[in-house]
Structures are given as C-alpha cells and as structure tokens.
C-alpha cells in the first residue's frame, strides 16, 4: 500500500475511533507539547529522566517509534515520528472485540489504576503496583496482557517466568525507572560498599537485579524498618526517600534523586490557594509529591490508600494530589464524590495524567491482543537475579 493511500485512509476513521486515535497522539506528543511544565523540577545535575525517556533512550532508535503491522501509518509530528492505527485495522465494536480475544487468548489483562477508564473496565485485574504483582505471580493463564508501564511488565515477566506477557505500548516508560539508568546506579552503589539496596518498583529490571529489597509507596515504610540499621541506598524516588525517611526516623537514607515527573508537578502555592476556596476538602497526596505539597496534605498514602480514604468519606470533596486515573475507582465505590484535581504551576497542562501510562488505549489493547505483541522479555540471568528481591518483598508485605 502507498503512503499516499495511507494518508487518504487515516482520515476515513470513524468519528469515534479518530478522537481516540488524536487523544493517543496527544499522550505521545504531550511530553514535548508540556515539556517546560512537566520538566522534573530542581533536579540538578542528576539525569534528566524525561530527557532520558525521549531523548538519550532513544536515540540509537533514531526515534521513530515502530507501528505494530506493516500497514499502519506514519505522523510526522515535528521532529518525532509516531504511528497511526488505522480504522481499517479496527473493529468497530472494540470493547467487545478485546473480550472476544481475552477469551480466545485465554488472556489476563491486568490494569494500573492510572490507565484510562475503558481500559480499567475492561481488565480482569485493576489494581497499584503491589497489587498487580502479586496477580501476575499467581496468574494462571496463557498469556497476560500488562496494560500499565514498562517495568510493572517486566515484573510481570519475572515473576512469571515463561509466560508470555504483552503490552499495548512499549514505549510506555516511567520517569523514574529510566531516570536510573543499570550502568549509572551500579556505579552509585559502588561508591557506598557494605550499603544495602531498597529499590522502588519503578525501576528496570537490571536495577532491581541489583537489590536486596525492592518495595511499594504502600509497604515502602515496612521494608526500610525490615533492613534494621544498616546503611540503607533508597532508590530512585527522593521524595518517598524523605518521607519514608521522616516515618521512619532514618535520616540516613543514601538517596538516587529521581523523581515522576507527575507527583513531581503539582504544586504547593497553587494547592494552597485551592485550600482557600475549597476549605473543607481533605487533601490526599502520594508520597512522590514534593514536601511543599505533603505539608499540606490531610492524608499522605499509595495510590490505594488515596482511593480507600476518598471512598471513606463520600461526602467530603478531596483535593487529589496523584494521577487522576484513581477518579475512576473512587467514583465507582463513591458514585457522586467530588474529586478535585491537585494543581499544577501549569494549569494549561493536563499534567496529573501520567504521560507515560497514557501511550496505553483501547486501540494498542486490542492489536496487543490480536497480535500477541509486542512482547516483554527480560534476560534470563537478570531475571532470575531480580526475582529474589521481589520475591522478598511480597513475603514480607
Ligand atoms: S506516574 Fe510517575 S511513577 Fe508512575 S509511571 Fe508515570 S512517571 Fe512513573
């Protein structure tokens, strides 16, 4: 087929199908349409992890971004070059399309609580990041569709080695795993011999080869009293290392300064201003957040304890400070619950979704599914190193 008669046919899409397909370019655009308002702010000389995502990451990629089958078009947005599904490639009635393949696939889809809400009501599982863990270890199925971001798939994959997991899109990245890059964090714990490792789960599979622990926001607390009062390296958030830090009284935290470039955003001069005209919301943040922002919050917890406290008070309204994903589950458990946005210091950016977990649509779930691809695969070796931390970890949780 013609580029041309590409071109021709990216404009027969249904209505519907076309505003889906913008809104996926928007996520893939939106890192560099928003850059200055989602930059990680004072991030000093430490790797830029945005830059890193979309620049030094990708650069031996030249880039471009590969479509899931020949025929699928190319848009060329400035410098970037980013593929189009075209309607051809799609059914109509989608959702029932997806349950149609999960069946015949005999496929468990699991969800992040900050995909979008087709995707969440489409999964067998909706859960953070422990929660989809310890689905994936126990999954008994022939194939598992990880609707979430690049490392929460590979922790799929090592959890549950030989079963073959897919996601929508893999360039689906995380500020803070691809802000820590293996080389770099090797030479970091290099530098403090005799440190134990307590890593997040937003990091790479190589990094988290590297532990001796890994954990959650929501058990991070729990790790770090487990280790006792060895040296302890904390890495790649340094906001969940101050606050861990402060739970704990251990403000001997050896921290990688890495941070999400969405819980990194908001912010506490506009959030203080939001109090004043809404002064009986109870804030909620996650401990990502900036330090500005936790001072002002009512409630500081994981992405599930945010959605467990707002569906406990149904009547009060909450001033949300994580990615605004959660609004679906607290609206399902609290139909009516008001559910304010924390603010940006850009309010013309969208900046409390995740830029990252919205490459994921409705469109690339039912090609991951159709396709069986693209597919996750970790080395063997650093999988079955990176297994033992994990493993640990869920004993423990
Ligand atoms: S919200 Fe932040 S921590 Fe979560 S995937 Fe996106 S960039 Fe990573």
Known sequence: MSEKTNESRIFEQTPEASSRTVRAQDAQARPDATGKACRPSGSGGQPDARASRWGSRNADRTLLFRPHRANSAWLNLGQRVFPMVLSSDLPVDLEAAILDLKRERNALVLAHYYQEDPIQDLADVVGDSLALARAAQTADCDLIVFCGVHFMAETAAILNPGRPVVVPDLEAGCSLADGCPAGAFGEFVGQHPGAQVLTYINASAEVKAMSDLICTSSNAVKMVESMGGAPLIFAPDRHLARWVSKQTGRDDLIVWPGACVVHEQFSARELARLKVRNPEADVLAHPECDQGVLDQADFVASTTGIIQ?????????????????????????????????????????????????????????????????????????????????????????
């Open 309 to 397: 406290r707002a569906v406990e008070f149904p009547e009060r309204p909450s001033i949300v400070a994580t990615e605004e994903g959660v609004f679906h589950s607290i609206r399902q458990q609290a139909p009516g619950k008001v559910l304010i946005p924390a603010p940006g210091a850009d309010e013309s950016c969208s900046c409390s979704q995740c830029p990252y977990m919205r490459l994921n649509t409705l469109e690339k779930l039912y090609l991951s599914l159709r396709d069986l691809g693209p597919e996750v695969s970790v080395d063997p070796v650093i999988a079955e190193r990176a297994r033992v931390p994990i493993e640990r970890m869920l004993a423990l949780s």
